[in-house]
């Protein structure tokens, strides 16, 4: 510990702090949660949603207004920890745009895909496009889904591993997200699980979640998310061959869903059940 830099006694403090004094968030004012860092100023009175979600607006400090670089997170160790890099401008006008449907030309190609994709994923693609939503499947000891909370998610590495299973599979779904830009919303989805109702009737998962992917695609990701960590599956391959998916046709009038088929096309997927051979 001797001879490190301030800055790293500071984030030491932030470290232990963590588990003690009930800090506010200078954003929203409740207790600390989820501690982040702002580098290279180094407040750290923040909840890490908190402050991902303010830097989305301005880039800069909500106590010194220095300019942000970068966010660090998830503190295990004055030393462990996880950095989102703060997108700059230009990045950020990227990731505005890509969300509406409407996107301008590129000016990158877009990185190769790979050379073999999970099919899988296509099907995923499809649910998304056709505003597909899972069926519900009511919680008891029969289908043994189960209801889960925010403090169910804290208290259990499974829930967890199987968010983050889910996933990396779903947000490939959206050409627009970089691979970072995955990594980066998995652990952020990951926080929102664990502080807020998936489906609370504040909106607030999907509120946030919509900063990054758009409103209509976060309505559809914290919808099928649920649904996921509802059921009793482990592996993604076993939930995909049982899912069943009503059409919501009747719903897409309010947003700016990318179905470009008629109602006619809807109207015969009805019901919706997709199959792993397909
Ligand atoms: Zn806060
Ligand atoms: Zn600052």
Not at 102 to 108: A, C, D, E, M
Not at 126 to 136: F, Q, S
Request: with cysteine; glycine share 6%.
């Amino acid at each position: 510990m001797d001879g490190q830099p301030d800055d790293f006694k500071i984030k030491g403090a932030a470290a232990i702090k963590r588990t003690h004094t009930p800090e506010t968030c200078t954003i929203c004012l409740e207790p600390i949660t989820e501690r982040a860092v702002a580098a290279p100023c180094n407040h750290l009175t923040f909840d890490f949603i908190c402050l991902v979600s303010w830097l989305q607006e301005q880039s800069t400090c909500p106590l010194c207004k220095t300019q942000v670089s970068e966010v660090q997170y998830d503190w295990r160790s004055p030393d462990d920890y996880k950095t989102y890099h703060v997108p700059t401008r230009e990045e950020g006008e990227k990731k505005r745009e890509a969300p509406t449907g409407r996107r301008r030309p590129r000016r990158h190609p877009q990185p190769p895909p790979p050379a073999i994709e999970d099919p899988s994923l296509t099907l995923r693609r499809e649910i998304y496009t056709h505003r597909l939503y899972a069926l519900h499947i009511g919680s008891n000891a029969h289908s043994n889904y189960h209801s889960f909370t925010p403090a169910d998610v804290r208290s259990s590495p499974t829930l967890q591993s199987r968010a983050k299973t889910f996933l990396r599979r779903e947000l490939r779904v959206f050409p627009f997200l970089t691979p970072s830009r995955v990594d980066f919303l998995i652990e952020y989805i990951l926080a929102i699980l664990r502080n807020f109702e998936l489906r609370g009737a504040d909106g607030k998962a999907e509120e946030l979640v919509g900063e990054f992917v758009g409103r209509e695609n976060a309505r559809q990701v914290v919808h099928e998310l649920e649904a996921w960590l509802r059921s009793p599956f482990g592996r993604l391959g076993g939930w995909d061959e049982r899912v069943q998916y009503k059409d919501r046709c009747g719903d897409r009038g309010k947003g700016e869903g990318g179905l470009r088929g008629g109602r006619d096309e809807c109207n015969r997927h009805d019901v919706y059940a997709p199959m792993m051979s397909r």
